[in-house]
Each structure stands twice: as structure tokens, then as C-alpha cells.
């Protein structure tokens, strides 16, 4: 019989079964607890040349979503087909190459959201930004959005896997069926735009803007009637720019320099910076979207990118 059987006492015995017992069963609840995703960046691995570089969002780059391999796809069904002009119900599942879906735990909140959905148009003059809700069923994340014009929509999806901590994207493209009399055009490049009341102003420090140079954007809203701008949060932030190419062949998410929400921008004429780099020259659409007075704005400002 080893020394140790021999030494240990009966009582030391009771206390060192307590001690081995207690410890197996903290290991099997932690086993036992959800542990949050179960997706690891295996997962998000996918062997091709032109894959999709996860995003650093403090250098925001131009990711050509469509034409780099994603590691995640996403599929879209609607209760009903989509009309154009009417509320369409859809349901997105995200799988990564692996097959597995990709489910609220498995991702980050990103700009106060888990999943944005940026939506256009052909024209790029319809676009919209919603955050899917998760569904009913493991997987399946629940949205809205009325089409407001004809032709092919193209849905970009921007997450952030727990996994990879940096942003990713897919994409998908549905068409509405009915149609809306006149074909839309998207405006010429401006980089000053009135609407609703407001001057909407996308300064960069040099023009004109070059492929693959960091652009330095000052994005400002002065009111035609030379009130005060309400400016109001938006996704965690007091404005968002997201800018596309022409083709729809991918996108850039920009966020304000000025990232401290209790710093309130001015109040006559808030300002806010951005920097973004281009990798191709062709012509571009950066959209705005900023909470004025509690109302959600989206402006778009059309630019050409010089080689
Ligand atoms: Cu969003």
C-alpha cells in the first residue's frame, strides 16, 4: 500500500473525495454552459486566391465584395415575392464555407448592430440600410424593405464573426417583380447637396480624388434657413458613409474620425472627418446617413475617382 493511501486519515480522505468532487463538477458545468459561438476562424477560411480580406476599420479599404471569394454565403427567401413599392418580408441564412449557419452568438456587435444589410438599386439612387432581427429558427435573421424602384437589388450583408473579430461580407441580389413608371438616373457628381432643408457638404483635403490614395473626406451640414442642425446619434456614431462603385461590385463603410458621442458636433454647422482609399478609378456614390432632428437621412454625393 503506497505511502500516501497509508498517511491520508479517514476524515482527510471525505475532504479530498469533496475537493476532486467539486472540482469535476465546476469542469462539467463549464462544459456543460454555452460557451458562445462555436465557430472558430477555420471556419471562415477559404482557399482562393482572390479571397475576401477582412476589413481593418481603422483604414477603411473598398472591398470588392462581388468579385473576391467570401467564406460566408447568404441566401434570401420572402413570405412573399418582393413588388416593387411594397414592404417585403425576407429571411437570410448565413453559412460559412464549412456549412455551419451563422447564428446571433456567433457575431460581434459592430456599430451597435450584429448584422447591417446595405441594399441598392441598379441606379445606386434607392439605397437603404437595415439591421435583420434574429428569427424564430437557429440561423435565420428576419427583415423589411420596400423596393422603390425597378431592376435587379443587390443586398450587401456586413458582420463581424466572433471568431475572426473583423468585419466580412456576401452579398446576394433579388428582383422585385412590378415595375415604377420612368427609369431613375443617378444625379452628376456633386460634392455640395440640398435636400430637405439642408446643405450637405463632402469636402476632400485634395482633389480630385486617386485611385489608391488615402482621400481625407470632411463631411459638414450647414440648414438653408441657417437654424440649428440637430444632429442625432446613428449606429453609434453621429454619421455613417457608405461609398460604392458604379457597378455595385462592392462597397467601403466609413466611420467618423470622431468617435466620442458626448462631443457634440456644432451646432450650426456640425463637422465630421473620414478617410477612405479607393483602389480603382470609375465613378462612385458615397451615401450619407445621419438622424437630423430625429428624422433618418440618406445623401448621396456622386464622385469620379481619377486613375
Ligand atoms: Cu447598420
New binding site residues.
Given amino acids: 500500500m503506497s505511502t500516501l493511501t497509508q498517511k491520508l486519515s479517514r476524515p482527510q480522505w471525505r475532504q479530498a473525495a469533496w475537493i476532486t468532487g467539486t472540482a469535476v463538477a465546476i469542469f462539467l458545468t463549464f462544459r456543460w454552459l454555452p460557451t458562445g459561438t462555436n465557430l472558430n476562424h477555420m471556419d471562415f477560411r477559404v482557399d482562393a486566391r482572390n479571397s475576401i480580406d477582412f476589413c481593418d476599420p481603422a483604414n477603411p479599404q473598398f472591398v470588392p465584395v462581388v468579385t473576391a471569394v467570401s467564406p460566408v454565403t447568404m441566401t434570401l427567401s420572402f413570405a412573399t415575392p418582393p413588388v416593387t413599392g411594397q414592404p417585403a418580408e425576407g429571411t437570410l441564412v448565413l453559412r460559412t464555407s464549412s456549412g455551419k449557419v451563422i447564428e446571433p452568438v456567433d457575431l460581434l456587435v459592430a456599430?451597435?448592430?450584429l448584422l447591417?444589410?446595405?441594399i441598392a438599386d441598379p441606379t445606386l439612387t434607392d439605397y437603404q440600410?437595415?439591421?435583420p432581427e434574429p428569427g424564430r429558427t437557429r440561423g435565420e435573421w428576419t427583415f423589411s424593405f420596400t423596393p422603390r424602384l425597378n431592376g435587379v437589388y443587390r443586398i450587401f450583408a456586413?458582420f463581424t464573426p466572433v471568431a475572426t473579430a473583423r468585419s466580412l461580407y456576401s452579398f446576394v441580389d433579388v428582383t422585385p417583380s412590378g415595375s415604377v413608371p420612368g427609369a431613375a438616373k443617378a444625379p452628376a457628381p456633386a460634392w455640395i447637396v440640398a435636400q430637405e432643408g439642408y446643405r450637405f457638404m463632402l469636402e476632400p483635403a485634395v482633389l480630385p480624388v486617386r485611385a489608391g490614395k488615402v482621400a481625407d473626406l470632411t463631411f459638414s451640414i450647414v440648414r438653408a434657413d441657417g437654424g440649428p442642425v440637430a444632429m442625432g446619434p446613428v449606429?453609434g456614431a453621429y454619421a455613417?458613409l457608405v461609398a460604392f462603385d458604379d457597378q455595385r461590385s462592392g462597397f467601403a463603410h466609413l466611420h467618423p474620425m470622431e468617435t466620442d458621442l458626448a462631443q457634440l458636433p456644432d451646432a450650426k454647422q456640425p463637422v465630421l472627418h473620414f478617410k477612405i482609399t479607393i483602389p480603382r478609378a470609375g465613378r462612385y456614390v458615397i451615401w450619407a446617413q445621419v438622424v437630423l432632428a430625429d428624422k433618418e437621412t440618406f445623401v448621396p454625393f456622386w464622385f469620379d475617382v481619377a486613375p
Fill in positions: 456599430h451597435t448592430k447591417h444589410l446595405l440600410h437595415v439591421h456586413d449606429m455613417h
